[in-house]
């Protein structure tokens, strides 16, 4: 199947780390993706991994990668109230046409208070 | 980052017209741009593929008749929503993608459609 699992929501007070995980279905995916949306505006991709690397940094984010169990997380340090938003995790899968398509997860709602 | 523009970010209609949502590259070529749903709350669902010059390829249970894609240009791919009904009412995402290989999607600001 095409399920990508994350949990709903979470809260986390500003300045605190915030850690959103993430369950996907095909290990063959060779890019997995963390995309951020805020209220009633488009998607906007924060940061991806490639699927031979376990780890990858990039300023307050760190994406983490266990592919023997198909689990993506996503940790931002010292969370500001910006960071409210949803954030969705994406792999990647062969499309219909040869065109590879991304399968977003069901979404975590994150809420960050002062 | 490569810029893509939805038109209109927001329309509401009467059941049973026709509406045209405009999803634009501005500052590159997508040969390929990805219609999304998304229904309050939940996560992004893939309608079709847009393909410059070719007919689009639609999801399972994704009505092609009902949902009518059109990629003239390398910049430009349109969704009409004919014979719209409440239910059809949703927020609609484009993106485009810089490469087939990538799954680095640029994104639109989405479209809200309501039907009334």
């Known amino acids: 199947g095409e399920d990508v699992e994350q949990s709903l929501f979470l809260s986390v007070r500003e300045g605190d780390s915030s850690v959103i995980n993430c369950t996907y279905t095909?290990?063959?995916?060779?890019?997995l993706y963390w995309y951020k949306q805020e209220p009633g505006a488009g998607l906007q991709l924060l940061t991806y991994?490639?699927?031979?690397?376990d780890m990858k940094q990039d300023q307050r984010l760190t994406v983490l990668l266990n592919k023997k169990d198909k689990h993506l997380s996503l940790r931002i340090a010292d969370t500001q109230t910006g960071d409210s938003a949803i954030y969705f995790c994406?792999?990647?899968?062969?499309?219909?046409?040869?065109?590879?398509?991304?399968?977003f997860g069901t979404g975590t709602r994150l809420l960050v208070s002062p | 980052g490569a810029v893509v523009s939805q038109h209109p970010s927001w329309v509401i209609c009467k059941s049973g017209t026709s509406v045209k949502i405009e999803c634009r590259s501005l500052d590159f070529q997508a040969t390929t741009m990805f219609w999304y749903r998304q229904f309050p709350k939940q996560s992004l669902m893939l309608m079709a593929t847009?393909?410059?010059?070719?007919?689009?390829?639609?999801e399972q249970g994704v009505e092609k008749d009902k949902f009518l894609i059109n990629h003239a240009s390398l910049t430009l791919s349109t969704l009409t929503v004919t014979s719209a009904h409440p239910e059809d009412s949703s927020f609609y995402i484009c993106s485009a993608s810089l490469g087939i290989n990538t799954g680095e999607l640029f994104f639109g600001e989405g479209s809200r459609l309501t039907v009334l």
């Open positions: 991994i490639f699927s031979n690397m």
């Open positions: 847009s393909n410059e010059g070719s007919k689009a390829t639609y």
């Open positions: 994406a792999e990647i899968l062969p499309g219909n046409t040869g065109f590879q398509k991304l399968v």
């Open positions: 095909d290990s063959s995916s060779t890019y």
